[in-house]
Structure formats: C-alpha cells, structure tokens
C-alpha cells in the first residue's frame, strides 16, 4: 500500500534542507510544498550545520557545483549523519566531468547516504568511478529497456549491497533498490524529459517522503518515483493545444498537489523482484 507514504509526508509535513542546483531551486522548493513538505535552501558552509539541524533530512544535488557549495555538502551530510537523518545524493552529471565525478565519488566515501537516485549513466559513472554521459542526461545506450531488464536489476541490487544503501534509477523504467527487494515501475511520459529538473524535483520530494517514513525507506522511496510518474502522466492529459513545456511543468507540480492516496494506489504500475 504506497497510499500510507504519501498520506505521511501530508500530515508530518517534513522539513528538508536542500543543497540543491541553482538552475532549478525554485521548482524543488514548489515541489516539496505541493507534496506536502517544506523546504529550505542553503550550501553556505557557515549556515549548513545549523540549517540541518533543525530539518528531519538532507538532499544534496551536485548540478551547479562550486568549490564552497562542496564543503556546504560535506558539512551538512556529517551533520545530518550525526542526527541519523535520511541523506539523499543527486549525482547530476556525474560522468560529464572529472570534477563532478570526484565529488559524487567523494561524498559517497564520507558520507552515509540513504539513497543515491540519478539517471543510469550517472549510476553507473559512480558504480565504475569513472564514464561518460551526454551532459546532464543519460546517455541512450545506457537506457534501461525490457529487453536489458534482468540484468539492469542484477547491477542496481549489486551497487545498493556494495554501497549499504538505497540506488534508485530513473528512466522510461524506474528501478529501486536496496539490494534486496526491486521496485520496476513503469509511471510517467516521455515528455517530462523536455522539462529541466524533473530529475532534481524528485529527489527533494523523495527525501520528503524517506524524512517522513523512516520505518520503510525503500517504499518511501519507491513511491515517491510513483508519484513524480504519475503527475507526468495527469498532467499530459490536462495538457490544451498551444501549451508547452512550461505550461507542463506547470501541471506536473499542481498533479503532485492535488495527488491522493486513492490516487496513488490506482495509477501506481509497479512490481517488486
């Protein structure tokens, strides 16, 4: 029952402290009061420790990386660790750069993350430690498709046992997991890719909902990738000749909103391996 997950983060309404990128905090923060969170948003290395402190979990997207924003992260992440809050890692980019790469491999080795969700060049950039992707988008030969299935789940469960944690991937199929149990969900549109930063609204809901289900991070998780699918799909359908993609990103944020827990239950396509 996914409905529970959602009907949590509605009624705890979670504070989550975000370092997030500056090309899309505006939609991160709307996203997580749609969802039913709230957010904050500071990667000043004095104001961190404090900032997370007072908040029940941590996202930290490496999308506009600067040297004083990487010591924001590690001080927050310590920080956070020390309270046993949920840290989440949004590795944008990591392979497009050596710079980003060293830093998403950097934080996972001082940090203790509960959950690394990116797309699945950047997860497998960070299984290798090395690779490359088309900027900040997954590369096409990477893509996770039925006929690679099985032993895309075989990779993702392998990276979540050697790392401890939760690796969720994101595509046109979604996998989570935490090495034991695999959601595959199938949710969403093709054209939420056409819209910057659906990626990194998804992980400030989905630290929303590991803050506000901390008996069941996986599930958490999972349903969080079902509600972001699922927006995209309502949203399309409300979509009116001459709208585009802002108009798009638009309802995509207003679907989350308006989301039940009904909702969730009977639009959620998933199965767990």
């Known amino acids: 029952m996914l409905k529970e997950f959602l009907e949590n983060v509605r009624g705890l309404m979670p504070l989550v402290h975000n370092i997030t990128n500056y090309v899309t905090v505006n939609d991160v923060a709307n996203v997580l009061l749609a969802c039913g969170g709230s957010p904050i948003m500071s990667d000043e290395p004095e104001d961190v420790e404090d900032i997370t402190s007072i908040c029940g979990g941590l996202n930290i997207n490496i999308g506009t990386l600067h040297k004083t924003s990487i010591d924001g992260m590690v001080r927050a992440g310590k920080r956070a660790n020390a ?6 890692l949004d590795p944008v980019g990591a392979g497009a750069s050596v710079f980003r790469t060293n830093t998403a491999l950097k934080l996972m080795e ?15 950039t960070l299984y290798l ?9 997954a590369d ?8 690679n299935l099985e032993e895309s789940i ?9 790392e401890g944690c939760i690796i969720a991937v994101t595509g046109a199929i979604d996998l989570v997991t935490d090495g034991d149990r695999c959601y595959v969900i199938r949710n969403g549109r093709p054209e939420m890719g056409k819209i ?3 990626g990194c609204q998804l992980s400030g809901m989905m630290t929303a909902y590991l803050t506000a289900n901390p008996e069941h991070p996986l599930d958490a998780a999972a349903a969080a990738v079902c509600v ?18 802002a108009t798009y990103r638009n309802r995509i944020i207003d679907a989350i909103y308006n989301m039940t827990g009904e909702d969730l239950e009977k639009g959620a396509v998933y199965e767990v391996r």
């Open 83 to 88: 309270l046993s809050h949920p840290v989440l």
């Open 110 to 124: 001082e940090l203790k993350l509960t959950v690394i969700r990116g797309n699945i060049s950047e997860i497998k």
């Open 129 to 137: 430690g090395s690779g490359t992707t088309k900027g900040v988008d």
């Open 140 to 147: 096409i030969a990477d893509a996770v498709t039925e006929e």
């Open 154 to 162: 075989v990779f993702v469960k392998s990276f979540a046992k050697k």
């Open 196 to 198: 910057t930063g659906t």
């Open 228 to 245: 972001m699918g699922l927006a995209g799909e309502t949203a399309w359908k409300r979509m009116e000749e001459g709208d585009g993609n």
